[in-house]
């Protein structure tokens, strides 16, 4: 780690990965069948490739899953809205104390 900098790997959930009704609508918009993607593969590969790697990963598909009414989460296509920030920020803090990504030396 140059200039001993620490590093957290983040992942932000499309949109249609906690929301179904979503996934259904855009499989359609598109001609898809949902029955042949598996829409949280790409969660599943990083998850691997990171525990392999030693490198700290936050997945907050979980996180964002249990929360009611996530739908606040996100506005428009796949950007966040505020409540989408607010607890990506706090699963971030987590992660930086959980990791021990910061010195307190």
């Known amino acids: 780690t140059a200039h001993n900098s620490k590093i957290v790997?983040?992942?932000v959930p499309a949109r249609?990965?906690?929301d179904e009704t979503n996934w259904v609508n855009s499989a359609r918009v598109y001609k898809l069948d949902p029955k042949d993607y598996d829409i949280f593969k790409?969660?599943?590969i990083l998850y691997q490739f990171m525990k392999n790697k030693g490198i700290p990963f936050v997945d907050l598909l979980p996180v964002f899953?249990?929360?009611p009414g996530n739908k606040t989460l996100y506005y428009g296509e796949g950007h966040l809205a505020k409540e989408g920030?607010?607890?990506?920020a706090m699963e971030i803090s987590k992660a930086i104390i959980n990791?021990?990504?910061i010195s307190t030396k």
């Open 9 to 11: 790997f983040v992942l």
């Open 16 to 18: 249609q990965q906690i």
């Open 42 to 44: 790409p969660n599943n």
């Open 65 to 67: 899953k249990k929360i």
């Open 85 to 88: 920030h607010r607890v990506t």
């Open 99 to 101: 990791y021990d990504l």
